[in-house]
């Protein structure tokens, strides 16, 4: 008997069972969402969108198909970010019954939704994606047999609304703080109309009105309105639903006029400031028309998505396949979530992005419909910077520029707060900030009664000064990856400017000319007898040598000047001893006392990065890491990529290990991360998410790149990150070796280098 043949079986069988991770999936396509059943309502809802224009979709067991519509720029009178409305597809005899065999398909690679029901021989294919050239949605449908197809608008905003008190106590939930002694009557947002078009169904949402001179009067600004634009007056956005063979059977539904094998149901929407609804309706006509038809509209969507997934990526995969697969998906849902959402003219809402659904299936509590979202409408800077910071090394340029936009464009209100609030000359950006760029109205405060104009009444923002820091360094670093000096002239400089100067004319100095930042807090966690907080020291340490390091030429040498001398006159680093221990502490000096769950102590790790595994103080950090007392893996909490920046390889996989398991139990797609803090899906926690294992797998410090700097050994990974100086890294690490030479393509100047900790250390040229 030749026992060779047997042997060598044997010995696949335990290299197989050894390393299960040799058979784990490697492409896109693996890790689609595929349901074989529909939901029971929309908490079965499955995110698509361009960017700008976005959807939530599910299949009833009835067999229909419903979705919500929304954009980023749909502001009611209140400033609340609304759906455009909802819609249900019926098909005649109808495809997806509840006796078909039914697939429902989240096509990653190709950035459709497909639907498909099969009964015998007979098969129905649905299709459904937004032009990424145009706000433009798109149901292909291709059957083996003829059917009927209804498409009907099912509105809820049907009356003007009066958001009730407990729909906005404190702020917490959908819309403005409320005190019961304010007149609201300004405040209400206006019922849904339906125009007369022979051949659609098109409705719309106007504000007539606005909160805009009510926020100005409360403020004490009303002066100063012609510095600011109101965004919201006038303000109209809705949909035209129609679509060849169709025909109008009613103000809300249009129907096929016979049985069609094939059909294209478009959806144009449109948003607007005009002057009456005659000129949004020809914007919404212009829109439509300019917008490729249904074929050439899919093909250019399966380009633009095949360009996304080829710019940047990450594959994992660990001993138990469980994992390795989570992570990945976790990975690429959530960088789905964020480019669907991420490319209008707003920046994404921490609180649910544009992906939201009836708040009943986050918290059965919440009775509100599907325009709900706890924290509402307007801007925290601490969660809306952290779905942006992973766009770096994924290459996702363009998506962080509404983000520069909307704060770049309210540079007048923050010089008015500075002005008018602070004493002071320059910007200051509010930690909270309406869509005005002025403080939410329930944070300055309803009730004025004893208090001075510019006395802040929320204790959480009232001095809360590192969000400018923060918004000067992420700029710095999309400068330093794309090497855009046009940004650094037009946007990064202007705005840089007017921090620092903030910055420079608000705080004393002591004897010696040291900046003296008083009164000040650390985040929202300490408040009281807080001198040189680690946050604002930390971006001050930051920011100011990459200022003065910029192209020649790129900024005035005034404030040139301004930034040499304030670089002389910076306070050090706070730092204290525990147990024995040198620590980065809060601030130089504060009141212990504690009223969040923050870590500022760790803010030179990140987002400052003046601290890593590289840096002499590394183990000051790592020291400061290991004894901080709030630790978590959910939400804003920030564990994760602070642990990578040190180094912390076990304690940086055990946080993104959970982070992956964060999906909300009622939702079905599984990056309804949260709510956490804030709401479902919660965004900040799906950009943490990104933001781990991004500096897990790949760092830059100095004119250096470090390969797998916090990634464990055991585990595999194939890789394509951005770095610093216009570079891109690739890889493939796996069972302990490279499989490939890792490469560094661009990025002159740079070096790449294997981080400590694995055996290949010397430098790749």
């Given amino acids: 008997m030749n026992i060779r043949p047997i042997v060598f079986y044997l010995f696949l069988l335990t290299l197989i069972l050894t390393f299960p991770c040799l058979s784990q999936a490697q492409t896109i396509g693996d890790y689609d969402v595929v349901w074989r059943s529909p939901s029971s309502d929309a908490s079965g809802a499955m995110p698509l969108g361009n960017g700008e224009l976005g959807i939530n979709l599910w299949v009833e067991p009835s067999g229909d198909l419903l979705f919500y519509l929304s954009r980023t720029d749909s502001w009611s009178e209140t400033g609340r970010l609304l759906k455009l409305g909802k819609v249900r597809v019926s098909l005649s005899p109808n495809p997806f019954a509840a006796d078909s065999a039914f697939t429902q398909r ?27 050239g145009a706000p433009v949605l798109h149901l292909l449908c291709t059957s083996s047999r003829p059917v009927n197809v209804t498409a009907t608008s099912e509105p809820w905003r049907t009356a003007p ?36 078009d022979p051949d659609a169904v098109v409705w719309y949402h106007r504000n007539e009105h606005s909160t805009y001179p009510l926020t100005l009067d409360l403020m004490e600004l009303h002066s100063l309105a012609s510095r600011f634009d109101d965004p919201l007056l006038h303000r109209t956005f809705g949909v035209r639903m129609s679509g060849a063979g169709f025909v109008k059977r009613s103000p809300l539904e249009i129907a096929t006029v ?19 609804i005659a000129t949004w309706e020809q914007q919404l006509r212009a829109t439509e028309r300019s917008a490729a038809n249904g074929r050439k509209a899919l093909a250019a969507n399966r380009q633009w998505w095949k360009n996304f997934w080829d710019k940047s990526f990450i594959f994992v995969e660990t001993p138990d396949i469980d994992t390795g697969f989570r992570i990945t998906q976790s990975y690429l849902l959530q960088s789905w979530m964020s480019v669907c959402g991420g490319r209008g003219a707003y920046p994404i809402k921490f609180n649910g992005g544009i992906f939201t659904v009836d708040p009943v299936f986050t918290d059965t509590k ?92 929320n204790m959480y923002v009232r001095h809360a000064w590192n969000g400018s820091l923060e918004l000067v360094s992420m700029m710095l670093d999309y400068y330093d990856y794309t090497g855009d000096t046009a940004f650094v002239r037009t946007r990064l400089v202007p705005v840089a400017t007017e921090v620092l100067r903030y910055f420079d004319t608000k705080f004393p100095k002591d004897a010696d000319g040291t900046i ?27 920011v100011l040598p990459r200022l003065l390091a910029l192209p020649h030429g790129t900024a005035a040498l005034p404030e ?43 803010y030179g790790v990140f987002p400052f990065d003046l601290c890593n595994f590289t840096t002499p103080d590394a183990q000051i950090g790592i020291d400061t890491y290991n004894a901080r007392t709030e630790r978590g893996f959910y939400g804003w909490r920030q564990d994760g990529q602070m642990a990578a920046l040190l180094g912390l390889t076990e304690q940086a996989a055990e946080c993104l290990a959970h982070k992956t398991e964060n999906s909300h139990p009622n939702h079905r797609f599984p990056a309804y991360w ?53 570079g891109i890294a690739e890889g493939s690490y796996r069972n302990g070796k490279w499989e490939t030479e890792p490469a560094l393509k661009g990025a002159s100047g740079y070096t790449l280098k294997s981080a400590p900790g694995f055996e290949r250390a010397r430098e790749i040229e």
């Fill in 106 to 132: 989240l096509n990653l690679q190709q950035g459709t939704i497909e639907i498909t029901g099969e009964q015998g021989k007979e098969r129905t294919k649905l299709t459904v994606f937004a032009d990424p």
């Fill in 161 to 196: 609304y009066d958001i009730p008190k407990e729909d906005s106590l404190l702020g917490i939930n959908s819309a403005w703080p409320r005190t019961g002694t304010y007149d609201y009557t300004q405040a209400v947002e206006s019922a849904d109309q339906t125009l007369s």
């Fill in 258 to 276: 016979r049985p069609v094998k094939h059909f294209d149901l478009r959806l144009a929407t449109c948003t607007a400031q005009t002057p009456d």
């Fill in 366 to 457: 919440i009775r509100a419909n599907a325009d709900h979202r706890n924290w509402g409408g307007d801007y925290w800077w601490q969660n809306t910077r952290l779905m942006y910071y992973p766009m770096l090394a994924s290459g996702d340029f363009e998506m962080m520029l509404p983000l520069f936009r909307f704060y770049q464009d309210r540079l007048a209100s923050f010089r008015t707060i500075a002005n008018e609030y602070m004493d002071a000359e320059g910007a200051v950006i509010p930690e909270t900030s309406s869509i005005f760029g002025l403080y939410r109205p329930g944070d300055y405060g309803w009730d004025r009664t004893g208090r001075q104009k510019g006395d802040i009444r």
């Fill in 516 to 542: 003296r930042i008083t009164p000040t807090q650390a985040l929202e966690t300490y408040w009281y007898d807080m001198v040189n907080d680690l946050p604002c020291v930390a971006g001050l340490h930051a």
């Fill in 560 to 602: 040139q000047a301004r930034w040499n001398r304030m670089q002389r006159q910076l306070p050090p680093m706070p730092v204290e001893i525990r147990d024995g221990q040198k620590r980065f502490a809060p601030a130089e000096q504060y009141d212990p006392k504690k009223n969040n769950t923050e870590v500022p102590e760790l």
């Fill in 674 to 726: 949260g709510p956490n803090f804030d709401w479902t899906p919660d965004q900040n926690h799906g950009g943490n998410l990104l933001t781990t294992l991004q500096t897990m797998v790949l760092q830059s410090h100095g004119n250096s790149v470090y390969l797998l700097p916090a990634f464990p050994k055991r585990w595999n990974v194939r890789f394509r990150l951005h770095t610093r100086g216009r």
